[in-house]
């Protein structure tokens, strides 16, 4: 093993592939039983493994093949590349090609096309899929740690050798190693640093709201067209199977994954192309969801669920009547944020549709939280963090009040005071100074200062 070559990782590693290998890391009994895999008792292999790392000076633990089963050395291999260690990856992925890269490639010679049919029959090309993972996650090393000659030769070794080969997704299908290595092939010829990660609509969802924040319209655009060249099929499917919204536990959600996270990057992907100025995309977009992905919901990890359809008629109203407010990711501390901005800039039209939409989204949760307490929580600050709603829904109606007290408009200003203290007082709002304060108490100094003007 070239020990230089652990020289070359610091901080080079950005994948978060943590799902990912934890997903690998749980193929199914199922597969495990199909393969029918014999197990392989290498004399030594694991002593021999470099120990010690001169370069460093330290002293470093064998490298631990495992059962040495293919499926336990790529799932070592993927966690290996998470944790940024190169010369475990090329550990890992060296002794699985040695061990089956033979039996993999009478498996490749067997067939004319990608083997289709049920799970167990893609399965029964045990060798052939894991090799050219093993393949495609060194080439991923490689390319992340910019060996480009490196990471080439990997990725053409997918194609060439084990281009049948399908790697399975526990979330319930197989991706194809030989299309994605072509994919990074082509982004390392453009000089594209687009990064899919483990190619999971979630991952491809969070990339694409990141890059939504970062103002970054064309990986925006990378990642909607990956998910939705991935899972739109899938995604039309749970569609077609709903009537109204999925209801009941969280799970039950959940399990229209595919719908869920296609209508929530078609939103990303619109509100990318309307914060650019390109409002006939934004549309067509926004009008994807309405039209073919209306019944998705997005998770918020606040704990509850939005409708990105929804959202994408008002965005569309928005937009027809000139208005344009940024709700951004609909969070109630994005709101309350926005609010105060409003306050600040002296815009009552802002400060009433930030606050309208928090009150509209949170404002029944709010109730709920109020409706469970009987005195100010006060335990911990996380105790009363979680009182999230009802903070944030009375911070918002009191920013409300003060806008209208502002612009002289005395009693819409005391009955938004006085909704604080009627319906949400309990309310805390944190100051970044480091303590929190009761809008419900301040409401009530404000409507005495209301009675003597």
């Known amino acids: 093993m070239r020990k230089w070559l652990s020289l070359l990782m610091v901080a080079v590693f950005g994948l ?12 199914s009994a199922a597969k495990m039983a199909s393969q029918s895999q014999p197990v392989p008792v290498p004399q030594g292999d694991a002593q021999a493994a470099d120990a010690v790392d001169a370069s ?6 064998p490298i631990d093949f495992g059962d040495y089963r293919s499926t336990t050395l790529v799932t ?8 940024h260690d190169i010369e475990s990856v090329l550990a890992y992925t060296n002794k699985c090609i040695s061990l089956y890269g033979a039996q993999a490639a009478k498996m490749q010679a067997s067939l004319k096309d990608y083997a289709t049919g049920s799970n167990d029959v893609i399965f029964k090309n045990w060798a052939l899929n894991d090799v050219a ?28 050798d084990y281009s049948f080969g399908q790697a399975w997704d526990t979330k319930g299908w197989f991706w194809k190693p030989a299309a994605a290595a072509q994919e990074k092939l082509d982004m390392i010829a453009s000089g594209s640093n687009i990064d899919f990660g483990d190619y999971t609509s979630a991952t491809l969802v969070n990339k694409a709201w990141d890059a939504l924040k970062a103002n970054d319209v064309k990986a925006v655009e990378a990642y909607t067209n990956k998910c939705v060249e991935l899972y739109g099929a899938k995604a039309k499917d749970m ?13 039950d959600i959940f399990k229209n994954w595919a719908l869920n996270d296609v209508a929530t990057i078609y939103y ?23 039209n073919t992905y209306s019944f998705g919901q997005a998770w918020d990890t606040k704990g509850w669920f939005w409708k990105p359809a929804e959202g994408a008629k008002e965005k569309i109203q928005m937009m027809a009547s000139g208005q344009n407010w ?13 609010a105060w901005a409003a306050l600040a800039a002296n815009d009552v039209k802002g400060v009433e549709a930030y606050v309208n939409k928090a009150v509209d989204m949170y404002g029944g949760k709010a109730k709920d939280m109020q409706a469970a307490l009987k005195e100010y929580p006060w335990e911990s600050k996380d105790k009363i963090f979680s009182n999230w709603a009802l903070n944030d829904v009375g911070t918002a109606l009191f920013i409300l009040g003060e806008a209208y007290q502002n612009a002289g408009k005395k009693d819409q200003a005391t009955s938004t005071y006085k909704r604080v203290i009627n319906e949400f007082f309990y309310a805390q709002c944190w100051d970044p100074g480091g303590w929190f304060w009761k809008p419900a108490e301040a409401a009530q100094q404000k409507i005495g200062e209301l009675d003597n003007v």
């Open 16 to 27: 978060g592939m943590n799902s990912f290998a934890e997903d690998q890391g749980a193929v």
């Open 56 to 61: 460093a000076g330290s002293v470093k633990a």
């Open 76 to 83: 070592k291999a993927w966690k290996a590349l998470n944790q």
């Open 133 to 160: 993972t093993a393949y495609y996650v060194q080439g991923e090393a490689y390319r992340t740690a910019n060996m480009k000659d490196e990471a080439k030769e990997a990725f053409n070794k997918v194609i060439k």
């Open 239 to 251: 569609q077609a199977s709903l009537k109204d919204y999925a209801t009941g536990s969280n799970n």
């Open 268 to 290: 990303v992907e619109a509100e990318a192309y309307r914060a650019a100025g390109m409002k006939d995309k934004a549309k067509d977009a926004y009008n994807q969801i309405i």
């Open 326 to 338: 940024d709700f951004g990711d609909y969070t109630s501390s994005t709101l309350v944020q926005k």
